[in-house]
């Protein structure tokens, strides 16, 4: 079976800090996708990262870095000098690699408040 | 080009009452997802449809269906609503079947109220 454990429901943290959410996974594929998603007040779930599971190489995109460790089944979000507009909730994801692939299985979300 | 669109966004239904969400997916999606979102279940695969087909279903009640139209649209119906039916339901549009190759975009989410 496959599951996406959060760990953290909430998280607080002062405007310019760092800030990492956690995110854990099961699965018993050896090919898999992991995804991370936002989701604003305004409901769309936006896009942030997709990783197959042959690629742990960890990946920064301006502000946000993601590291992959397959040995701890873990798949973590950094925001680096965090800012308010990044406040949301964010989801981590998985799924299968083919034609099942389109059943994400998504993490219960960790609500990020960047307070200024 | 244009996102993902669904309507209505907003949905006050009774209970008994049956309801149609519509989703319109990029330009060129073949493939539409949906999903449910409720703050006790999270976010829940309903099912997939590509080239109007059904090709996986999760694990709802059959008075959840949908469909998808030859230009890729498509409707999810709930039937004989319930209080717990209340949710966000969220539409994912992807090039081709299932996230192999590439991401879903997801829409803004109907926000269905059962009174």
């Known amino acids: 079976a496959q599951k996406v454990t959060q760990a953290q429901t909430e998280i607080s943290v002062v405007e310019k800090e760092d800030v990492t959410l956690d995110c854990v996974y099961e699965?018993?594929?050896?090919?898999?996708?992991l995804f991370w998603y936002k989701q604003p007040p305004s409901g769309e779930l936006v896009f942030l990262i997709r990783?197959?599971?042959?690629?742990?190489q960890n990946e920064i995109s301006g502000r946000y870095s993601w590291n992959f460790q397959k040995s701890t089944s873990s798949f973590n979000f950094t925001i680096t000098a965090s800012q308010v507009v990044d406040s949301a909730v964010y989801f981590c994801?998985?799924?299968?690699?083919?034609?099942?692939?389109?059943?994400?299985?998504f993490g219960s979300g960790t609500r990020l408040s960047i307070r200024p | 080009k244009a996102g993902v669109t669904q309507t209505p966004r907003y949905l006050i239904k009774t209970r008994g009452q049956q309801v149609t969400l519509s989703c319109s997916p990029i330009?060129?999606?073949?493939?539409v997802s949906w999903y449910q979102q409720t703050p006790g279940q999270g976010l829940q695969f309903l099912f997939e449809?590509?080239?109007?087909?059904?090709?996986n279903k999760g694990n709802f009640p059959g008075r959840f269906s949908g469909r998808q139209f030859s230009n890729s649209r498509s409707e999810m119906n709930v039937s004989t609503l319930e209080l717990g039916d209340s949710a966000l339901y969220l539409c994912?549009?992807?090039?081709?079947?299932?996230?192999?190759?590439?991401?879903?975009?997801f829409g803004q989410g109907t926000r269905l109220t059962v009174v």
């Open positions: 994912a549009s992807s090039l081709r079947a299932g996230a192999s190759g590439t991401e879903a975009f």
């Open positions: 449809y590509f080239s109007e087909t059904q090709r």
């Open positions: 994801a998985l799924s299968r690699v083919g034609s099942s692939a389109s059943k994400i299985i």
């Open positions: 330009s060129g999606h073949r493939s």
């Open positions: 699965t018993r594929d050896t090919t898999y996708y």
């Open positions: 990783r197959n599971s042959f690629d742990e």
